[in-house]
Nanobody
Framework: QVQLVESGGGLVQPGGSLRLSCAASGSIFSIGAMGWYRQAPGKQRELVAT???????NYVDTVKGRFTSSRDNAKNTVYLQMNSLKPENTAVYYC??????????????WGQGTQVSVSS
């Protein structure tokens, strides 16, 4: 059984920073790309950032220059450093791993989400 557990969310003032972490645990052979998505109230879930196993990153235009994703393959962990946060960044942030190869097969996994609130 594979679990993705996010942490690092919270309440921050506009202009502040947060660092999200997502750790994958279980009998994992390898993980391909890892990504961060977010869902604001009343809106659809959207992609924020992705990072390949080799470290190549991609970001949605609205966070470029402010958010940085990194990963530690040895720890099966991905990070999202969020700087210069804005109220419109308020959302539940979800971690995604695709694909995850385990002894029982290959599939995608999602974390349970962590709330990020940006408000004065």
């Amino acid at each position: 059984q594979v679990q993705l557990v996010e942490s690092g969310g919270g309440l921050v003032q506009p202009g502040g920073s947060l660092r999200l972490s997502c750790a994958a645990s279980g009998s994992i052979f390898s993980i391909g790309a890892m990504g961060w998505y977010r869902q604001a109230p009343g809106k659809q879930r959207e992609l924020v950032a992705t990072i390949t196993r080799g470290g190549s990153t991609n970001y949605v235009d609205t966070v470029k220059g402010r958010f940085t994703s990194s990963r530690d393959n040895a720890k099966n962990t991905v990070y999202l450093q969020m700087n210069s946060l804005k109220p419109e960044n308020t959302a539940v942030y979800y971690c995604n791993a695709r694909p995850v190869v385990t002894v029982t097969g290959t599939r995608d996994y999602w974390g349970q989400g962590t709330q990020v609130s940006v408000s004065s």
